[in-house]
C-alpha cells in the first residue's frame, strides 16, 4: 500500500521536492504558514489542509523543510503542531537544516506519542530538488528509513545512514562547514587573479581540470566572476547553518578555527545586507577589502615595503 505523503515548508527545497512527489504519482497533502506557498502544487493535484494537526491526521508520512530549529519545534510540538494530531506510527522525516542536541530531544518527545523521526538534512541545493539529485543524509532508525526509502529516491541521488538520531543533523554540519571554507577559498583565487590582472574565467576553466577542481569552484566560482548571485542557498541560512556548527563545536569542547573564520566572513555578507543573495555573495565582502585595481608593477605590490630592492 502506498504511503499519504504530507509536506509542512513549501520555499526553496520544500516545494520541487513536493512536485517531484505528485509527478511520479503519489499522494500529497500540503500545509505551509505561508497560504501563497501552497497554490502552485495545489494546480499540481496536492491536496491542503489547515494545519500541521490536521496533516498529521490524514498521511503516513510527514517531510518537514522549515528554516531553523525553532521552526521544527513549533510546527511539530507547538499548538497545532503534528503532535496534537498524530497516531502512533507516524514516521516524520525533517529535511531542514538544525541543531544535533534539538533532534535528538524532539526525537525522544515524538517517540513517546509512538511516532517515529529521521532527521534527513539535504545537500544539493534548489537545483538538487528539482533535478531529483539531492544528497540525504540520514539520522534515526534504519527500519524506518527503509519503510521511505522508495520516496526518498524521487528527490535524492544519494541517501546514506549515518546512525541514531542527530547522526543525519551533525553529517550536514560537516557539509556546512566544508562548504563556507570552501567558497573562501573560491573567493580568495578569483579575487587574487583579479588583483593580478588574470583572466578568472580562465584560472577557473585551468583549476577545474585539477587537483583544485571541486563543486564548489565550478558553480559558485562562476557566480563570483559573473557577479550574479540568485539563491541557491541564500546567505542568511548558511549563516545559521554555521551557527550550528559552532554550537555543536562547542557542546563537543572542539575547536573549529577554520569554521570560526569562514563563519565570520558569512556573518559580514549578512551584516552588509546581503542576506538573500546566494552565500557565495562573501566574495564581494573580499572584493570591497581588496586594491580598486589590478597589481601592475613592483610599486603596487603589497610586499614592497618588506622587500627591499636593489639600488634603494
Avoid at 541543531?99 to 517515529?116: E, K
Avoid at 545586507?273 to 562573501?282: I, K, N, R
Avoid at 577589502?289 to 610599486?299: F, V
Wanted: with cysteine; net charge negative.
Amino acid at each position: 500500500m502506498a504511503l499519504r505523503i504530507g509536506c509542512i515548508g513549501l520555499g526553496i527545497m520544500g516545494r520541487p521536492m513536493a512536485s517531484r512527489w505528485l509527478a511520479a504519482g503519489h499522494e500529497v497533502t500540503v500545509w505551509a504558514r505561508n497560504p501563497e506557498a501552497v497554490a502552485p502544487l495545489i494546480t499540481q493535484g496536492a491536496q491542503s489542509v489547515a494545519s500541521a494537526a490536521d496533516l498529521a491526521r490524514q498521511v503516513d508520512v510527514i517531510f518537514t523543510n522549515v528554516s531553523d530549529t525553532p521552526d521544527v519545534e513549533q510546527v511539530l510540538l507547538g499548538s497545532g503542531g503534528v503532535v496534537v494530531g498524530a497516531r502512533p506510527g507516524l514516521i516524520v522525516v525533517d529535511h531542514s537544516t538544525i541543531s544535533p542536541t534539538a533532534t535528538r530531544r524532539l526525537a525522544a518527545v515524538l517517540a513517546g506519542q509512538g511516532v517515529h523521526l529521521l532527521d534527513a538534512p539535504v545537500s544539493g541545493g534548489e537545483q538538487g530538488a528539482i533535478d531529483g539529485t539531492l544528497s540525504i543524509m540520514v539520522g534515526g532508525e534504519a527500519a524506518v528509513l527503509e519503510q521511505v526509502r522508495p520516496l526518498l529516491e524521487v528527490v535524492g541521488q544519494t541517501i546514506t545512514h549515518l546512525g541514531g538520531h542527530g547522526a543525519g543533523q551533525f553529517t550536514k554540519a560537516c557539509n556546512q562547514l566544508l562548504v563556507a571554507q570552501t567558497i573562501m577559498a573560491v573567493s580568495e583565487a578569483i579575487v587574487l587573479a583579479e588583483a593580478a590582472n588574470v583572466d578568472p574565467a580562465a584560472m577557473r576553466e585551468a583549476l577545474l581540470g585539477g587537483l583544485a577542481g571541486s563543486r564548489i569552484l565550478e558553480v559558485h566560482g562562476e557566480r563570483m566572476i559573473r557577479r550574479e548571485y540568485l539563491p541557491g542557498f541564500k546567505t542568511r541560512l548558511h549563516h545559521k547553518d554555521m551557527s550550528i556548527v559552532l554550537q555543536a563545536a562547542a557542546e563537543l569542547g572542539l575547536p573549529l578555527p577554520g569554521a570560526a573564520l569562514s563563519a565570520q566572513w558569512i556573518n559580514a555578507a549578512v551584516g552588509l545586507g546581503h542576506g538573500e543573495a546566494d552565500s557565495a555573495v562573501v566574495a564581494e565582502v573580499l572584493r570591497r577589502l581588496a586594491p580598486s585595481g589590478p597589481i601592475h608593477d613592483e610599486e603596487q605590490s603589497p610586499f614592497a615595503a618588506v622587500e627591499p630592492r636593489a639600488g634603494k
